[in-house]
């Protein structure tokens, strides 16, 4: 009988459960039947029968003991979108659920909050929208933890979710709250381990009861505009290991008691208005290792316990009033890596001991009143990377080791007292990039071996002692950029191999005792804006091939020139440049006139004037001859078009057409592309630059492909930081001029696939692709109706003066409609054209993703997309193969210096490239995905996403 009962009893569990799990199966297939799953992630559910149904689906898991209700749904990081699938409110045993970093939106689901079980619970990363419903503040009754982070949730704080009191995590950081405070209430979630509230636009001051929160160990308040002061109770937070409460507007002085919190790790309450003196405890927490407090008003000296700190390793504390002494052994006891206490008024010697642990990596003591020697010790710090000490009062001269520093590349010793000689030992130097020595009291003559520092882009050495000649050897420093050594006692001649910088587009050579001729070698530079050779002993004529320079600061003045100044030369914007040379005569040469007298010198002033006015007009007259000669139709162009250009200003502009034609002259062509050459126009009251592409004249254009239109009409709608801007429009009968603004970095193409492809390193690529897909993305989703671009590719990305992306060259951009369209000619460049151009001539936003990912390959690679290197394969067929022969490490460009250290970032990067060049269309991401997964490359390193999930 009892076993009778037993046995049913068994039956009922059994059919229970199985008749739970074939529902919940139904559940799933229902909420797989809203979901957008673009890479078909979920494609196999539904597949098998029978038992353990669903047990065995991707990404499903099931509870042990009844083996078949659906316990776990991890359905992170797939794409999936569209609105939450209701469904999953059915899963009645669902205990963790995450649909982290998809692409969800609309309102958060209301029925959640009636799972039963539901413990687990991570929305983060999505486009949720609209307030939290108010439901969820009386539900969930077994939720412990709980991720909303950085979607676009909106309302009010919802302060009711203060009610779920057994929550252990609490993260809302990063959404779009209005102002309001966080929650007294928040005090009562007795079990809180993580509170992650950065960026939610709370006010309001940090409530006491905070204290009461024993089990805390992360706290993140940061981002937010919290006033008052820092309440003494986060003492008591015994568990706590990261505070961050940076960029508030906290005020007060810094409570004592951190010093009794014995995991605290990192602390960050920079960019605060905090004031008083850090307290004496503050450091005494043993495995405290990151402090930043930088840009805040801390006062008075730094405390004791900072010479005893163990474990830490990055201090930051730059942009306070703090002043003394650091401790005397200070390093000595912790494991530092990155000491910043720039702009404070810190005073006494650098101590000897700060690489003790042999960890220093960069030391910025910038601003500051240390006084004393550069310690030798520090000559040892083969770690060291980057070195400011500029603006403090350090004298005596430099340790010999410590020029030759192997891993340095930033030197800054400006602004001190510094003296003694620069030591060839500087030749071990072989990173550095920048050397900045100037306002020192450095003597002695330079050493050759600095031409030996193939890495030097900047070399500022003026307002010293030197003496004795310009080493030769300089002109082998062919990254150099900047070189400025003047105010010195240099002398002898200015060697000629001085042309062969390339790179230079600055040099300052003044008030030196240099002699000899000016050399002509100068005029090869041609990148060279900046040349000051002024107040030195050079002789001579002035070199014509100077001509060949377009220098926007040229000063040669107080010099002993002699002979007839160059033509070009005697143009305002030069008066200045030839003062102080009694030799030099300007236009035509007298022998030896008679320079006090006025009325002769009125005379000259007149004569000046008129052979001036006659070489402007010759030259004008034999350029107009030539355009006609050569552009018969150009000239008419300009002639009919004087009275009749028609500007039309997408943007406020300070230029009229005028200035814009009288700027098409061929010395300002800067490029030339299919559809018309491309010049460069400084125009307007500031001197602006602008970018002026000419379109070729109707006749011929008749055999290309016509996109003024085109260009016009979808440009003048598009408004996006990532998008060239277009200025304005200036056309008469025959000509017609696209003035966009100007990117002095040009193309991509060009910078990534020539000499200066050094310049771009990992980070700068990194950003360039960002920005570009951003562009991109915005064209497609954001435009109404959506842009396809159609001719993506690295020449059509440029950069700006900080090296940020912009698309530019909607040459062929059409938008489209309803339905794909149908182009009549393939548009596109050669290695970037989308392989669904071979069989259909349909066009969709999918064939910019595939061009994309090719510029995404060549900014990972390094590659051109077609290339003889590569035996003139496509890079995506050169990619693939290496690939899957070599592994993904194998193509990344080893070229980059940092490609260690940067290689897992990279082969995030060129995974996501692989994505955007997949074969099918469709199984491409949008771009709007592609956006996100390049900012999460990033994101994962940053602290903010170190609080991750606590494992329950
Ligand atoms: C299932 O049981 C195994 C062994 O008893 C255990 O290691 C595992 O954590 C359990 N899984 C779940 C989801 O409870
Ligand atoms: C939160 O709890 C309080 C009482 O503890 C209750 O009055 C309030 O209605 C609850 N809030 C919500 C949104 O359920
Ligand atoms: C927070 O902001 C809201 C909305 O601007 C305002 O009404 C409230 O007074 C602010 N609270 C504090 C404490 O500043
Ligand atoms: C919060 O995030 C928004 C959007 O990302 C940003 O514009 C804003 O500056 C951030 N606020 C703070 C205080 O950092
Ligand atoms: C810290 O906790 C102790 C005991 O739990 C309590 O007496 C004290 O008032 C708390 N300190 C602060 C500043 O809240």
Not at 615 to 624: D, Q, R, T, V
């Amino acid at each position: 009988m009892a076993a009778t009962r037993l046995l049913l009893a068994f039956l009922l569990l059994l059919l229970q459960a199985i008749a739970a799990a074939s529902s919940d199966a139904a559940h799933l297939l229902a909420a797989r039947s809203v979901l957008r799953d673009p890479t078909g992630a979920l494609a196999s559910w539904g597949a098998g029968s029978g038992r353990g149904l669903p047990c065995r689906w991707a990404r499903v898991s099931c509870a042990n003991n009844s083996a078949a209700a659906v316990a776990g749904l991890d359905l992170s990081k797939l794409s999936l979108g569209d609105g939450f699938p209701a469904a999953l409110c059915s899963l009645r045993s669902l205990e963790h659920l995450d649909l982290s970093a998809n692409e969800f939106v609309g309102p958060l689901p209301a029925c959640l909050a009636a799972l039963p079980v539901l413990a687990h619970l991570n929305l983060a990363g999505n486009s949720f929208s609209g307030e939290v419903p108010p439901e969820w503040g009386a539900g969930f009754r077994s939720l412990l933890v709980l991720n909303l982070v950085q979607n676009l949730l909106s309302g009010e704080f919802p302060a009711f979710l203060a009610n779920l009191t057994g929550l252990q995590e609490f993260s809302l950081a990063y959404n779009l709250f209005s102002p309001s405070p966080l929650p007294m209430k928040i005090g009562d979630l007795a079990d809180l381990r993580v509170l992650f509230v950065a960026n939610c636009s709370l006010n309001g001051t940090i409530p006491a009861s905070i204290g009461k929160l024993k089990n805390l160990v992360n706290l993140d308040l940061s981002r937010n505009s919290i006033h008052g002061e820092i309440p003494r109770s986060i003492g008591n937070l015994s568990s706590l290991e990261q505070i961050e409460l940076f960029a508030n507007q906290l005020s007060g002085s810094i409570p004592v008691g951190f010093g009794g919190l014995k995991r605290l790790h990192s602390l960050d309450f920079s960019m605060n208005g905090l004031t008083g003196d850090i307290p004496e405890d503050m450091f005494a927490a043993p495995s405290l290792a990151s402090v930043h407090m930088y840009q805040n008003n801390l006062s008075g000296h730094l405390p004791a316990t900072l010479g005893t700190a163990q474990s830490l390793y990055d201090l930051r504390i730059f942009a306070n009033q703090l002043s003394g002494p650091l401790p005397p052994e200070f390093g000595k006891n912790c494991p530092l890596m990155f000491l910043d206490t720039s702009d404070n008024g810190l005073s006494g010697p650098i101590p000897a001991t700060l690489c003790a642990s042999g960890k220093l990596k960069q030391l910025m003591l910038l601003d500051n009143e240390f006084e004393g020697a550069i310690p030798v010790e520090l000559g040892q710090c083969r770690t060291l990377i980057r070195v400011r000490l500029s603006s403090n009062r350090l004298s005596g001269p430099v340790p010999l080791e410590f020029w030759g520093l192997p891993g340095v590349y930033l030197l800054e010793l400006s602004g001190n007292a510094l003296s003694g000689t620069v030591d060839p030992a500087i030749a071990g130097a072989k990173n550095l990039s920048k050397l900045l020595l100037q306002d020192n009291r450095f003597t002695g003559a330079l050493p050759a071996k600095l031409g030996t520092l193939t890495n030097l882009q900047e070399f500022k050495a003026s307002n010293n002692c030197f003496s004795g000649p310009l080493p030769p050897s300089l002109a082998n420093l062919s990254l150099l950029d900047n070189l400025d050594l003047s105010h010195n006692s240099f002398s002898g001649e200015i060697p000629r191999d001085f042309g062969k910088l390339k790179q230079l587009s600055q040099l300052y050579l003044s008030d030196n005792h240099l002699s000899g001729d000016v050399p002509s070698e100068l005029g090869d530079i041609i990148g060279m804006n900046t040349l000051d050779l002024s107040n030195n002993e050079l002789s001579g004529q002035l070199p014509v091939q100077l001509q060949n320079l377009k220098l926007t600061h040229f000063n040669i003045s107080y010099n002993k020139l002699s002979g007839t100044l160059p033509v070009l030369f005697n143009g305002l914007q030069y008066q200045e440049s030839f003062l102080g040379n009694p030799g030099l005569c300007h236009g035509f040469c007298q022998s030896n006139g008679d320079p006090d007298a006025k009325g002769h010198n009125t005379i000259k002033l007149i004569v000046y004037i008129f052979i001036a006015a006659a070489i402007i007009l010759l030259i004008g007259l034999a350029w107009f001859g030539y355009k006609c000669r050569l552009h018969k139709i150009n000239a008419s162009e300009l002639d009919d078009g004087k009275s009749s250009w028609v500007l039309t200003s997408y943007h406020r502009v300070d230029f009229s057409e005028r200035d814009i034609v009288n700027s098409l002259d061929e010395s300002n062509v800067i490029g030339q592309g299919g559809a018309g050459k491309v010049y460069k126009a400084v125009v307007g009251p500031e001197g602006e630059a602008m970018a002026v592409k000419k379109l070729w004249p109707v006749g011929v254009a008749s055999k290309r492909i016509d996109s003024f239109e085109a260009e016009v009409a979808t440009l003048s709608k598009v408004r996006h930081r990532n998008i060239v801007k277009l200025a304005c429009s200036i056309t008469n009968t025959v000509c017609r001029l696209l003035v966009y603004e100007y990117m002095p970095n040009g193309s991509l193409g060009d910078m990534l696939h020539s000499a200066k492809r050094s310049i771009l390193d990992w980070p700068m690529r990194y950003k360039i692709a960002v920005n570009a897909a951003e562009g991109l993305s915005y064209l497609h989703h954001d435009c109404e109706p959506p842009i396809v671009h159609r001719d993506v590719k690295s020449n059509n990305i440029l950069l700006d003066a900080e090296y940020g992306a912009k698309v530019a060259d909607f040459g062929v951009a059409k938008t489209i409609g309803d339905g794909p369209a149908t182009m009549s000619v393939i548009a596109g460049s050669c290695g970037y054209i989308a392989p669904e151009y071979a069989y259909s001539l349909h066009v969709t936003e999918k064939s910019d993703i595939y061009s994309f990912g090719v510029v995404i390959l060549e900014l990972v690679t390094g590659m051109k997309p077609m290339a003889p290197e590569i035996g003139e394969m496509d890079l995506v067929t050169w990619v693939s193969a290496n690939i899957a022969q070599n592994g993904l490490e194998s193509v990344l460009d080893h070229t980059l210096s940092e490609a260690e250290q940067f290689k897992d970032e990279m082969c995030k990067v060129l995974k996501i490239a692989l994505l955007c060049v997949l074969n099918v269309p469709k199984s491409r991401p949008p771009m709007r995905a592609v956006v996100k997964m390049l900012l999460e490359v990033k994101e994962e390193n940053k602290p903010m996403l170190k609080l991750a999930p606590l494992s329950i």
